[in-house]
């Protein structure tokens, strides 16, 4: 991101990003964002970060973290819409396809976290204040997940059945909440997808 602002200073004389006349810097910015966020294609680092992380700070990898650059990604959308779709179809087919399989906890919110933004990316030149409701329910979802996964210390798929006799409550809602950030109706993570599609 830096190099790209850099590039524009050079070329056009100004460090204003959301005004580049040139279609090279625009372009890496928009790249520098797409990493910066975990976008497909430039997503292959955010599964194996989370992996690595603590709970908590995978909570805010996959919240805080995005909400300044998909900021700048709304000022300069404008200027870049085709990149933004061919980005936001990609990281939807990208984040669906890797989460398959997957028994780690986290691997499975990474791959969740690219999916949505995908959505979120997809819709952002057509309707931001759907855009906006996406990524509010998206927010809430990721953060009683990480918050439920905190309280009984579970990691691995296959340990959420041992729950049961510390907190029955979170077994029961954390499958719901899992599904509904799989977009499954007639659950809340449906609802976005949906308004989207119409």
């Given at each position: 991101l830096l190099f790209a602002s850099i590039s524009n200073a050079f070329l056009t004389g100004e460090w204003d990003i959301l005004q580049t006349p040139n279609t090279l810097t625009s372009s890496l910015i928009t790249l520098?964002?797409?990493?910066k966020i975990g976008l497909?294609?430039?997503h292959s680092w955010m599964p194996e970060v989370m992996q690595g992380l603590s709970l908590l700070n995978g909570l805010i990898l996959s919240t805080w973290q995005k909400l300044a650059p998909l900021y700048l990604i709304y000022q300069i959308q404008p200027t870049n819409s085709n990149i933004f779709i061919t980005l936001g179809l990609l990281s939807i087919i990208v984040g669906g396809w890797g989460g398959f399989n997957q028994v780690q906890l986290?691997?499975?919110?990474?791959?969740?976290?690219i999916a949505h933004l995908g959505w979120m990316i997809l819709i952002l030149s057509f309707s931001p204040p759907l855009a906006l409701l996406t990524i509010l329910i998206y927010l809430l979802m990721t953060f009683s997940l990480f918050s439920s996964f905190m309280l009984t210390?579970?990691?691995?798929?296959?340990?959420?059945?041992?729950?049961?006799?510390?907190?029955?409550?979170l077994t029961i809602s954390t499958p719901l909440v899992l599904l509904s950030l799989g977009g499954l109706p007639p659950l809340t993570g449906f609802m976005p997808k949906w308004l989207i599609l119409q």
């Open positions: 520098a964002l797409a990493m497909a294609p430039l986290r691997k499975i919110l990474a791959y969740s976290s210390r579970t990691t691995h798929i296959n340990s959420l059945a041992t729950t049961w006799a510390k907190i029955p409550i």
